[in-house]
C-alpha cells in the first residue's frame, strides 16, 4: 500500500506527533510517499522510512497511489485537492489547524487512522465540486473548487453590481461587495460566516449568499446544483476578484463568468463513526450547554 503526503508548513511543535505518523506507516508496511517540500522541511528533524519516496506534481500521483494523507487544516486540504484533481484518489485530513471542518481527525488519532488504512475500514464520501467556466483563461488547470467560488471587490472600491442567473434566467442583482456560491461541503466555511445556512453533502445543492448585501432583505438562496449560474458584474473600478476556495485572480469587470457542478466528485475518507452530524455536534457545539 501506498499513501501520498501532502503538507505546507508543519511547525516546530508538531515534530513528535509527524514521527509517530511515520512509525506507525512503517510498522504497517505502509509505504510512503511524501510532498517534495514538505521531505526537505523534516530531513534530519524526523526519521522517515528507507523506503519513503517523493511526488511533487499532480502528474506524480498514478495509480499506484491508494491514498492521500492532508496534515494541517481545511486549506491544506483543499490544496490537497488541486494535486488529486479528477484522479479519484481518496483525501484524509488529519487536523494540524484550528476547527477543521474537512481536517477532522485529530492528532492524538494516528495510531487508529494508519490501521484503518491497514485494514481499509474508511468510508468514502462523494464531495461536489463546482467548475468555473470563463470567456479568459482562469485558474489553470483546476478551474474547480471544492468548497466555493466567490465574486469580490477590489481593494477599497464601493460595492459592485452582480447580476446573477440561473440557465439564463434573471435571479436578481446582488448590490453587494461580493457573492459566493457554495457547494454543500463549502456551506460550513466563507458562506457560513456570511450568515449562509448549512445543508448536507448529499443534498445535490449550491447555496448562493452575497458579502455584506446593500439591501437586508437579501438573503441566501439554496438552488439545485443542475442550474448554471451566470453573472455579470458592473463597478466603478476595472477589476474585480474572483476566487476558488483559497485562490484568487484578479480579472476585467467586463469577464464572462459561469459556474456549474463540476463532472467528478471527491473522495473524502472519514472513519466509520463519524459522520456529519457529529461532526456538526463536535466543531459547532450543538447541543452543549456552555451557560456555565
Same mark, same amino acid.
Given at each position: 500500500?501506498?499513501?501520498?503526503?501532502?503538507?505546507?508548513?508543519?511547525?516546530?511543535?508538531?515534530?513528535?506527533?509527524?514521527?509517530?505518523?511515520? *512509525?506507525?506507516?512503517?510498522?504497517?508496511?505502509?509505504?510512503?510517499?511524501?510532498?517534495?517540500?514538505?521531505?526537505?522541511?523534516?530531513?534530519?528533524?524526523?526519521?522517515?522510512?528507507?523506503?519513503?519516496?517523493?511526488?511533487?506534481?499532480?502528474?506524480?500521483?498514478?495509480?499506484?497511489?491508494?491514498?492521500?494523507?492532508?496534515?494541517?487544516?481545511?486549506?491544506?486540504?483543499?490544496?490537497?485537492?488541486?494535486?488529486?484533481? *479528477?484522479?479519484?484518489?481518496?483525501?484524509?485530513?488529519?487536523?494540524?489547524?484550528?476547527?477543521?471542518?474537512?481536517?477532522?481527525?485529530?492528532?492524538?488519532?494516528?495510531?487508529?487512522?494508519?490501521?484503518?488504512?491497514?485494514?481499509?475500514?474508511?468510508?468514502?464520501?462523494?464531495?461536489?465540486?463546482?467548475?468555473?467556466?470563463?470567456?479568459?483563461?482562469?485558474?489553470?488547470?483546476?478551474?474547480?473548487?471544492?468548497?466555493?467560488?466567490?465574486?469580490?471587490?477590489?481593494?477599497?472600491?464601493?460595492?459592485?453590481?452582480?447580476?446573477?442567473?440561473?440557465?439564463?434566467?434573471?435571479?436578481?442583482?446582488?448590490?453587494?461587495?461580493?457573492?459566493?456560491?457554495?457547494?454543500?461541503?463549502?456551506?460550513?466555511?466563507?458562506?457560513?460566516?456570511?450568515?449562509?445556512?448549512?445543508?448536507?453533502?448529499?443534498?445535490?445543492?449550491?447555496?448562493?449568499?452575497?458579502?455584506?448585501?446593500?439591501?437586508?432583505?437579501?438573503?441566501?438562496?439554496?438552488?439545485?446544483?443542475?442550474?448554471?449560474?451566470?453573472?455579470?458584474?458592473?463597478?466603478?473600478?476595472?477589476?474585480?476578484?474572483?476566487?476558488?476556495?483559497?485562490?484568487?485572480?484578479?480579472?476585467?469587470?467586463?469577464?464572462?463568468?459561469?459556474?456549474?457542478?463540476?463532472?467528478?466528485?471527491?473522495?473524502?475518507?472519514?472513519?466509520?463513526?463519524?459522520?456529519?452530524?457529529?461532526?456538526?455536534?463536535?466543531?459547532?457545539?450543538?447541543?452543549? *450547554?456552555?451557560?456555565?
Amino acid at each position: 500500500m501506498k499513501i501520498a503526503i501532502y503538507s505546507r508548513i508543519i511547525e516546530g511543535d508538531n515534530n513528535s506527533d509527524i514521527q509517530h505518523f511515520f *512509525d506507525e506507516l512503517e510498522k504497517q508496511n505502509i509505504e510512503a510517499v511524501v510532498f517534495l517540500p514538505l521531505m526537505e522541511q523534516l530531513r534530519g528533524i524526523v526519521r522517515l522510512p528507507k523506503t519513503t519516496t517523493s511526488f511533487y506534481l499532480s502528474e506524480d500521483l498514478n495509480n499506484e497511489i491508494d491514498y492521500v494523507v492532508s496534515l494541517g487544516g481545511d486549506g491544506t486540504l483543499l490544496d490537497a485537492v488541486t494535486l488529486v484533481r *479528477d484522479k479519484g484518489i481518496p483525501i484524509l485530513g488529519i487536523n494540524f489547524g484550528r476547527l477543521g471542518f474537512l481536517a477532522s481527525i485529530g492528532r492524538d488519532q494516528m495510531e487508529g487512522v494508519v490501521k484503518a488504512f491497514s485494514n481499509r475500514t474508511f468510508v468514502v464520501d462523494k464531495r461536489t465540486l463546482i467548475h468555473l467556466d470563463a470567456n479568459i483563461s482562469m485558474f489553470g488547470p483546476v478551474p474547480f473548487a471544492l468548497n466555493e467560488f466567490a465574486i469580490h471587490k477590489r481593494d477599497t472600491a464601493s460595492l459592485i453590481k452582480i447580476h446573477t442567473y440561473l440557465n439564463g434566467e434573471f435571479l436578481n442583482t446582488y448590490w453587494a461587495d461580493g457573492l459566493i456560491v457554495s457547494t454543500p461541503t463549502g456551506s460550513t466555511g466563507y458562506s457560513l460566516s456570511c450568515n449562509g445556512p448549512i445543508v448536507f453533502p448529499d443534498s445535490g445543492s449550491f447555496v448562493i449568499t452575497p458579502v455584506a448585501p446593500h439591501n437586508l432583505n437579501v438573503r441566501s438562496i439554496v438552488v439545485p446544483d443542475n442550474n448554471v449560474i451566470s453573472f455579470e458584474v458592473e463597478s466603478r473600478t476595472e477589476q474585480i476578484i474572483c476566487a476558488m476556495d483559497s485562490r484568487r485572480e484578479i480579472v476585467s469587470k467586463d469577464v464572462q463568468l459561469a459556474v456549474k457542478k463540476e463532472n467528478f466528485s471527491l473522495n473524502l475518507l472519514r472513519p466509520a463513526e463519524n459522520n456529519f452530524l457529529q461532526t456538526l455536534q463536535h466543531k459547532l457545539t450543538w447541543g452543549l *450547554d456552555r451557560r456555565n
